[in-house]
């Protein structure tokens, strides 16, 4: 059975979704938050990340589609060690910001539209379509 894993903002954004960590990351950046080292640290580690993992929307244009997979989002798979590892030095960037953060961990992340060895995009379950149990 796959597991998967995802880390996410501890609270939602201001349109309610909760940004993953490279985006929370890529956020502060964006914003000019980060300091000098940061900054540095921060483009050479998403350099790296572009180099060696595949970014879903620009293999499958549809993956994120908002009407096609509304709330799409991605998790990594439990075996991709390397990209979890490496990942964990992007949360310690948030919690030197103070960027609250939570990781999540499932086998059912929902319906996926987009998979490849070290992640899937999934759109979340609904209420009541995907509601296991029997309404009283």
């Known amino acids: 059975m796959t597991v998967f894993v995802r880390f996410q903002s501890a609270v939602p954004n201001r349109?309610?979704?909760y940004p993953g960590v490279f985006a929370l990351a890529n956020g502060l950046a964006s914003d000019g938050a980060l300091s000098d080292e940061d900054f540095?640290?921060?483009r050479a580690a998403n350099d790296r990340a572009d180099a060696?993992?595949?970014q879903p929307s620009q293999l499958d244009l549809r993956c994120y589609d908002p009407t096609l997979n509304p709330g799409a989002r991605a998790w990594f798979k439990e075996s991709a060690t390397e990209?979890?590892?490496?990942?964990?030095?992007?949360?310690?960037l948030l919690d030197r910001y103070r960027i609250g953060w939570i990781e999540l961990r499932t086998t059912a992340p929902g319906r996926?539209?987009?998979?490849d060895g070290v992640q899937v995009v999934a759109v979340p379950g609904t209420y009541p379509s995907d509601w296991?149990?029997?309404v009283e």
């Open 52 to 54: 060696l993992y595949p």
């Open 40 to 42: 540095t640290w921060w």
């Open 83 to 92: 990209l979890i590892d490496m990942t964990r030095a992007y949360l310690a």
């Open 15 to 17: 349109h309610g979704t």
């Open 112 to 115: 996926i539209s987009y998979e």
């Open 132 to 134: 296991p149990f029997p």
